[in-house]
């Protein structure tokens, strides 16, 4: 089940990569995260007063807890790790080729099976080595296949904050399973899921007004449409990934690997929408990440 949920929230988030890509081509960064967060505030709002007011269901999937402050504090921290995520990756998606970033974020479950390996005493099998290493060729392929577009990953200020969000990414993806493990917090997905996107906005409009001074606010008609895609995609992504992740048999490590079959949907896509470049020798790139995802999914599920 589990397994079938994670590719349901693959398909999401290649969708989601399109649809951000879409919006910071005219739009500013910290305004579509903004209003990127702040459209997916407004969808879970109803869901936690529906269920504080008793409205909703405690059996319902849209069920959401209620916490005091020590679990918010959890959330909040999930907030900040998430918010790094996407400022890094936002900008390396405004200014690099949807087909460059999509195989970069495509080898996140290596970190996270680093990090599994570090933190959560995982060990890795030889079909797992043999992921990892396809994983870092594939890395060095496609930095010099990159080349021909100008695109240097030694000294390209926008591949190392891609490379950099997949590193916060990687730590969300395994702060995510002690949050709502029963084992770790054991918080409930949908109120994880709701409040760190309220958080979010929060922190990014204080941003805004402060920092900014209300720069950011404004945006276009054309990119707000993109946005609101941005939230709905997302939204339905995450919610599907927490769904999964509460499930008893649930392997972090094999999740985050399928999930990262969303390249094929923003490769495929982003490709003939975007009129991209060199992409045959990008589809050697996708096809060895791919390869390496294939051989990780058969050394977690063998393990």
Aim: glycine share 6%; aromatic share 14%.
């Amino acid at each position: 089940m589990w397994l079938f949920l994670a590719l349901i929230s693959a398909f999401f988030l290649g969708l989601y990569d399109v649809s951000k890509k879409k919006a910071l081509l005219t739009g500013s960064v910290v305004s579509v995260l903004f209003y990127s967060t702040l459209v997916s505030s407004i969808l879970f709002i109803p869901f936690i007063l529906g269920s504080r007011y008793g409205l909703i269901a405690d059996t319902s999937l849209f069920y959401t807890q209620s916490y005091g402050i020590h679990q918010h504090l959890y959330i909040i921290v999930k907030s900040v790790i998430v918010l790094s995520s996407w400022v890094c990756g936002y900008y390396g998606m405004k200014h690099l080729p949807i087909t460059i970033v999509g195989p970069i974020n495509a080898t996140r479950p290596v970190m996270v099976l680093i990090g599994a390996l570090t933190f959560l005493g995982e060990h890795l099998n030889l079909w797992q080595w043999v992921g990892v290493l396809i994983a870092i060729f594939s890395f060095y392929y496609m930095s010099r296949s990159s080349r021909r577009e100008g695109i240097d990953f030694r000294h390209n200020r926008w591949i190392m904050l891609v490379v950099l969000s997949n590193v916060f990414g990687a730590v969300s993806g395994l702060y995510d399973r002690y949050l709502m493990s029963p084992t770790g917090v054991g918080l409930d997905k949908m109120a994880v899921q709701s409040w760190f996107n309220i958080y979010q906005c929060i922190m990014l409009l204080i941003f805004i007004l402060i920092v900014k001074r209300g720069e950011g606010l404004a945006v276009s008609s054309r990119v707000l449409k993109w946005v609101v895609f941005i939230s709905i995609f997302l939204s339905s992504a995450d919610f599907v990934y927490f769904y999964a992740l509460t499930q008893p048999d649930a392997l972090i490590s094999v999740i985050s690997m399928v999930r990262r079959a969303s390249v094929i949907v923003s490769f495929i896509v982003g490709a003939f929408l975007f009129k991209e470049h060199n992409l045959r020798s990008k589809a050697v790139d996708l096809l060895l990440v791919l390869l390496s995802m294939l051989a990780l999914y058969i050394g977690s599920a063998s393990a």
